[in-house]
């Protein structure tokens, strides 16, 4: 039974008072601990030595829905089971997906930026055809939020098991004929070696003329040269991005200084959204895991998600 926790670091009252509440002993990291929880996004911690000196860790909850940070971990330890915060963080992330949508297509940098009336300019979501690339709940959560503005939605994963809401449910081997034409792409995504610059100069090429690009999964889904490229010559109305590669992006990155490219820093779940979605997740787990059933977010070291 995973019941002695021990929290990597120290976790917020609620959580604490949650997990004791079910029957949970927190333990300190020399206390032969049987499950591993983290509870704090990009914390800097050594996971990796706290597991060679607790063989005996049975479950690991890790606190984003990206797992590649810790893939090399999970794949020395395969007999823990491992669960990520997959699903927690769709609302906030898919909320701040459709606004840096809009804010492409309405050009909200430039008139955030503006000084004077200027001329009239953007477009509207409504009846165009988009694509979102993922198969999480972000990815769902977009494809709810787009579809009210009738929209064509295709989602494209791993695999075509059709995702509830969307028009179309396509596999990663049809994505470039889906971009053909599309104006929105929404990018949703877990980094994997099939994902990374899956988005490069030919699938920018071949979303329509005009078309936005909003990123709310990961910066290497895209070739960031490629996408400046089509921002510099036109053939991209304007980008949102909350991921970029590296992160924090370089102030002399030439993104920053383009008129139609709004970049947030990894703000679509901020800290005070986050901890509750976390706590919820973890007390759910646990529950899960003392009563025998299986937990949720469930992450694969080998598929990176």
């Given at each position: 039974m995973?019941?002695?926790?021990?929290l990597?670091?120290e976790?917020?009252?609620?959580?604490?008072?949650g997990?004791l509440s079910q029957?949970?002993?927190?333990?300190?990291?020399?206390?032969d601990?049987?499950?591993?929880?983290?509870?704090?996004?990009?914390?800097d911690?050594?996971?990796?030595?706290?597991?060679?000196?607790?063989?005996?860790?049975?479950w690991?909850?890790?606190?984003?829905?990206g797992?590649?940070?810790?893939?090399?971990?999970?794949r020395?330890?395969?007999?823990?089971?491992?669960?990520?915060?997959?699903?927690?963080?769709?609302?906030?992330?898919?909320?701040?997906?459709?606004?840096l949508t809009?804010a492409?297509?309405?050009?909200l940098k430039?008139?955030?930026?503006?000084?004077?009336?200027?001329?009239?300019g953007?477009?509207?979501?409504?009846?165009?055809?988009?694509?979102?690339?993922?198969a999480?709940?972000?990815?769902?959560?977009?494809?709810?939020?787009y579809?009210a503005f009738d929209?064509?939605v295709?989602?494209?994963?791993?695999t075509?098991?059709?995702?509830?809401?969307?028009?179309?449910?396509?596999?990663?081997?049809?994505?470039?004929?889906?971009?053909e034409g599309?104006?929105?792409?929404?990018?949703?995504?877990?980094?994997?070696?099939a994902?990374?610059?899956?988005?490069?100069a030919?699938?920018?090429?071949?979303?329509?003329?005009?078309?936005v690009?909003?990123?709310?999964g990961?910066?290497?889904?895209?070739?960031q040269?490629?996408?400046?490229?089509a921002?510099?010559?036109?053939h991209?109305?304007?980008a949102g991005?909350?991921v970029?590669?590296?992160?924090?992006?370089?102030?002399e990155?030439?993104?920053?200084?383009?008129?139609?490219?709004?970049?947030?820093?990894h703000t679509?779940?901020?800290?005070?959204?986050?901890?509750?979605l976390l706590?919820?997740?973890?007390?759910?787990?646990h529950?899960?895991?003392r009563?025998?059933?299986?937990p949720?977010?469930i992450?694969?070291p080998e598929?990176?998600?």
């Open positions: 995973t019941n002695r926790i021990h990597l670091p976790g917020e009252e609620k959580l604490v008072e997990l029957g949970a002993e927190l333990v300190g990291v020399d206390q601990p049987t499950g591993i929880v983290l509870t704090k996004m990009f914390a911690l050594n996971l990796a030595d706290v597991l060679r000196r607790n063989p005996q860790v049975e690991v909850q890790l606190p984003s829905a797992i590649e940070a810790y893939s090399e971990t999970m020395e330890h395969p007999q823990i089971t491992w669960t990520s915060a997959k699903g927690a963080y769709a609302a906030p992330v898919g909320e701040h997906g459709l606004v809009l492409a297509l309405r050009h430039q008139r955030a930026r503006a000084t004077s009336w200027g001329t009239e953007g477009v509207s979501l409504n009846g165009l055809r988009c694509v979102v690339v993922g999480g709940g972000v990815a769902a959560e977009i494809v709810r939020l579809k929209t064509h295709t989602v494209v994963r791993r075509p098991t059709p995702l509830d809401g969307a028009d179309e449910t396509v596999g990663q081997d049809r994505l470039d004929e889906v971009l599309a104006d929105v792409l929404a990018l949703a995504a877990a980094v994997t070696d994902t990374r610059h899956m988005i490069g030919r699938q920018l090429e071949l979303l329509a003329e005009g078309a690009v909003a990123n709310v990961r910066g290497a889904l895209i070739d040269d490629a996408l400046l490229e921002l510099r010559s036109g991209l109305r304007g991005l909350d970029t590669t590296p992160e924090p992006l370089p102030e990155s030439p993104l920053w200084a383009q008129e139609n490219c709004l970049i947030t820093p679509a779940d901020t800290t005070e959204m986050v901890v509750p706590r919820e997740r973890i007390l759910e787990n529950r899960r895991l009563q025998g059933r299986t949720i977010g992450a694969d598929h990176g998600y």
